[in-house]
């Protein structure tokens, strides 16, 4: 579907919310054990503001640098669940959105927004608890032309994020789970707390007795 320049592939699969919340469990640094460290989106991407962190279904966007029309007309195709991916060309130049679109898409159900640009309005964004990574700030805002996609696989910070895929983000930078990859990349991530909670247990111990 086309509306005027902004294309739209809809009718993708998501993973059931169940899934979502399991991946919450877990940091970004474990999952990426996990993924072999591989799919761990570059570190130039990181929180907005202390303590943000994020997991959901990826819903991703293409959209020219220093455009956001693109990231409006996606409004209509959030659903409950859904981290906003968008591959804004990692432009400083303009903010792809703000505290008015951040709100817009918590009223809408997404879980956080992860931006290969800029974005602004950091304070008000970090009083409303949204979840928002990105490049970084500017004050500068975005032109609303297009042309954009939306719903296609897209880069963020030099990873393939497919529609649908798991995205987990916290303090230490964002990573992407495969939708087919779920389970088995779940699986590993449990076997790896379970090592890293023995280990803890293990310095508890040497300190206990050097004590």
């Known amino acids: 579907m086309t509306l005027d320049n902004i294309t739209v592939h809809a009718g993708w699969g998501r993973p059931d919310a169940a899934l979502l919340e399991a991946f919450g469990g877990h940091s970004v640094a474990n999952l990426g054990d996990a993924m072999e460290r591989l799919d761990i989106v570059d570190g130039g991407i990181h929180p907005v503001w202390p303590g943000?962190?994020?997991?959901?279904?990826?819903?991703?966007?293409?959209t020219v640098a220093g455009d956001n029309r693109a990231v409006i007309e996606a409004l209509e195709h959030i659903r409950p669940?859904?981290?906003?991916?968008?591959n804004a060309a990692g432009f400083d130049g303009r903010a792809i959105l703000g505290d008015n679109l951040a709100?817009?898409?918590?009223?809408?159900g997404a879980s956080g927004v992860v931006?290969?640009?800029?974005?602004?309005?950091?304070d008000i964004i970090e009083q409303l608890r949204?979840?928002?990574f990105a490049r970084g700030l500017?004050?500068?805002g975005?032109?609303?032309?297009?042309?954009?996609?939306i719903g296609v696989p897209v880069a963020i910070g030099g990873v393939v994020v497919n529609p649908g895929d798991i995205v987990a983000a916290d303090a230490d930078g964002v990573i992407?789970?495969?939708?087919?990859?779920?389970?088995?990349?779940?699986?590993?991530?449990?076997?790896?707390?379970?090592?890293?909670?023995?280990?803890?247990a293990e310095v508890v111990a040497l300190r206990a007795a050097r004590a």
Not at 115 to 122: A, P, Q, S, T
Not at 182 to 191: C, G, K, N, P
């Open 81 to 86: 669940g859904d981290l906003i991916a968008i």
């Open 103 to 108: 709100q817009r898409f918590e009223l809408y």
């Open 130 to 132: 949204f979840p928002v």
């Open 176 to 200: 992407v789970i495969p939708q087919s990859r779920a389970e088995s990349v779940l699986a590993a991530v449990r076997s790896i707390v379970e090592l890293e909670v023995a280990k803890d």
């Open 142 to 149: 975005p032109f609303k032309n297009g042309p954009g996609r």
């Open 115 to 122: 931006v290969d640009g800029y974005v602004r309005d950091r």
């Open 52 to 62: 943000a962190k994020a997991v959901g279904a990826a819903l991703p966007i293409l």
């Open 138 to 140: 500017t004050p500068a």
